[in-house]
């Protein structure tokens, strides 16, 4: 027995499935990706072997593991106290530069996962408004709070219309009741956006939106789409709200605000903004935000929230993402990267369509046309993506299967060329798989 076999014959005896978050599971490869160390853009395994990084931490370690200037930021904190359940002058420059940096930031408060501080964001978002329905996006992943996990990956067929979805519960437990304030619409549809508000638009607290949606892979909205969500939030008095737990800071400074030039009222900025330290801003105009307690009535408190050892990491973090050229040479690369898999898939008879925006993106094995909304990604060939993916694996390179993939502001051109000779190898397998030879 390996070491990673016989660490998941004790792991499963103690951890359910021998994980510690289901997401860890590992179908393509059989077992959790078990690693003893993370440097730069590489994890390695339990027996030293080196794997390039193209999960990320899920885009959390958007620079890379072991960030010289984060693990120093890490460090401060430590030596102020471990301190926590204490105001100092960090958690206010950390606000302050989202306001800098984000457009709608005007005030923040700190959380840890996006899970939670979406779930914060969903209650101020009700109480400033009185209201208790929201609509999303079929395919939108907004954590895993009971009110707010419904519709990101439901099989088609309990999902109801393409053009008028059903609120699927993605987890045994939550409440049916929470089902009546969840009203699903499809992605990049006008029509359907508008007929939703026209029948519920004065009862809806928010429109709750990825405004990329990387949780499908990478599917950015139609142009217009994103003005008309603005536009039809202030039509019938909703809040617009950007759940930026992974567009933020990945694409621009701003996030995805800034990219698509639409301000929301309200936004989560999660994963990237503590690079791998556990930290999520809730952050959105002033006159939504003075409804938190104790200025207004919504609750947000508790004694890990704007933990120092993120505060610290996220204000280095944000330095990192504010360096000029920064987002121009992720593009390129996930260009050179996104444009090789085409160019190679083409060229062995595999079929996969690759959408990115910045260094994520989305690998919809066996599609050729663009993939719009959630009901076109669900056709993906889910058998094919894990033959490309253990194939990776055994080839040095390291996805978790998963919708989305992307690599770090610290890989370099030669990493990404590596990435690209082990998808080659694994393209050839898929082509074979696709041909229904293995
Ligand atoms: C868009 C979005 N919202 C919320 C979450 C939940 O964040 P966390 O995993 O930090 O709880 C995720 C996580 O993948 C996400 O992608």
Known sequence: MDRAAQLLASATEVLPGGVSASARANTAIGRPFFVSRGD????????????????????????????????????????????????????????????????????????????????????????????????????????????????????????GPADHPLPYPESGGMPQQNAADVIVVPFNDPQALRDAFATHGAEVAALLMEPVNYDQGCIEPAPGFAELCRELCDAYGALLFFDEVLTAFRIAPGGAQHYLGVTPDLCVLGKALGAGMPISALSGRRSVMRHLKPLGMSQMSGTYLAHLTGVMAALAALDEYAAAGLHARMADLADHFCSGVTQRAAACGAVVRVQHLGPRFGLYFGLRDPVTNYREAACRDLAAEEVFIRSCFAHGVFFQPSAHHGFSAVHTLADIDFALEAAQHALRDVQRFQQGGA
């Not at 899970?115 to 978002?125: C, D, N, Q």
């Not at 954590?143 to 996990?149: E, K, T």
């Open 40 to 159: 730069g853009a590489w994890l390695y395994d339990l027996d030293g072997r080196r794997f390039l990084d193209m999960c990320t931490s899920h885009g959390a370690s958007l620079l890379g593991h072991n960030h010289p200037r984060i693990k120093a930021a890490v460090q401060s904190a430590l030596e102020m106290g471990v301190l926590c359940a204490c105001e100092t002058e960090y958690q206010t420059r950390l606000a302050e530069r989202l306001r800098a940096m984000v457009p709608c930031a005007e005030m923040s408060r700190f959380a840890g996962s996006g899970t939670e501080t979406v779930m914060h964001g969903l209650r101020l978002a009700r109480t400033a408004t009185g209201r208790h329905r929201f609509i999303k996006f079929e395919g939108h992943f907004h954590g895993y709070a009971d009110a707010l996990n419904y519709s990101v990956m439901p099989p088609p067929l309990l999902a």
